[in-house]
């Protein structure tokens, strides 16, 4: 199994250190993880800002692959949370600024407003607040481009009231992995819709996952997303069924930014 999205305590919403995490993953037999604390520049949440001390977080990331190399392999990553304005400027910045082998472009926030905040995201506008989400996503990733995979694309599915029918959101989500394809970029299947109860819609829902496959993507990678132990590989055998399940055979892992493709 491959963890490809970890976090530690070099990000705002985790106090497990990553030692621990890295631990963790060898205890359950994980073949390969990817550590990908957050950055979020220019995050509107001064309580939780998501600016990583990088300094330090590349010093303990060459630590642990070094001192782990002969137990598990370890990506060093960073997962870089996208925003129009400035904030592209600087995940172009930080994505040059290290040596790492894997960068996840996620969407924590839209239009200045965090996506776990606001009415519009809760109850009052459901289907609005999808649509805004989607297309806020492609816009963005028109001019970002510094990244090897998208992180939880329909992230915005834990905070609404419901998910609206598909005519609302997947004309544009089609653009979206359009893009992704003809960029080269990866799609993640990301199992914390278990932890967020969020049942059969998993992140992406099979038809979209499919959909990329359609289109031509290839590149996949799998990660629980988990900020403490106990979630690390969770579900990870789940998400490549999901895989086979498009008719793809290969779950994506990456080494200095380059794809490695490993047969499930």
């Not at 692959?65 to 592209?88: C, F, P, S």
Request: contains cysteine; negative net charge.
């Amino acid at each position: 199994m491959y963890d490809y999205h970890l976090h530690s305590s070099f990000s705002d919403d985790s106090e497990t250190p990553m030692e621990d995490m890295v631990k963790a993953a060898i205890s359950k037999g994980i073949t390969e993880i990817a550590i990908t604390d957050h950055y979020d520049p220019y995050y509107p949440d001064e309580e939780m800002p998501f600016i990583l001390d990088l300094p330090n977080y590349h010093k303990e990331l060459n630590r642990i692959v070094d001192q782990y190399e002969d137990r598990i392999k370890i990506a060093k990553g960073i997962e870089l949370g996208i925003q129009n304005g400035e904030t592209i400027n600087e995940c172009y910045e930080i994505a040059s600024s290290f040596d790492y082998d894997f960068i996840i472009g996620s969407f924590h926030a839209v239009n200045g407003v965090t996506t776990y905040q606001g009415d519009d995201y809760k109850n009052s506008d459901y289907i609005g607040a999808t649509e805004d989400y989607y297309q806020y996503m492609y816009e963005c990733l028109r001019e970002f481009n510094d990244y090897d995979v998208l992180g939880h694309i329909n992230a915005i599915d834990r905070y609404i009231e419901k998910v609206p029918g598909k005519k609302y959101y997947m004309d544009i989500v089609e653009e979206i992995l359009k893009l992704l394809v003809d960029n080269g970029k990866g799609l993640e299947i990301n199992t914390s819709s278990f932890r967020y109860d969020l049942g059969e819609r998993t992140m992406p829902p099979l038809d979209m996952l499919k959909l990329y496959v359609d289109l031509g993507g290839e590149i996949i990678t799998t990660g629980s997303d988990a900020h403490t132990t106990d979630y690390v590989g969770n579900m990870l055998d789940y998400a490549q069924d999901m895989i086979l399940k498009t008719g793809h055979k290969y779950v994506a892992t990456f080494h200095n930014r380059k794809l490695i493709q490993i047969k499930i």
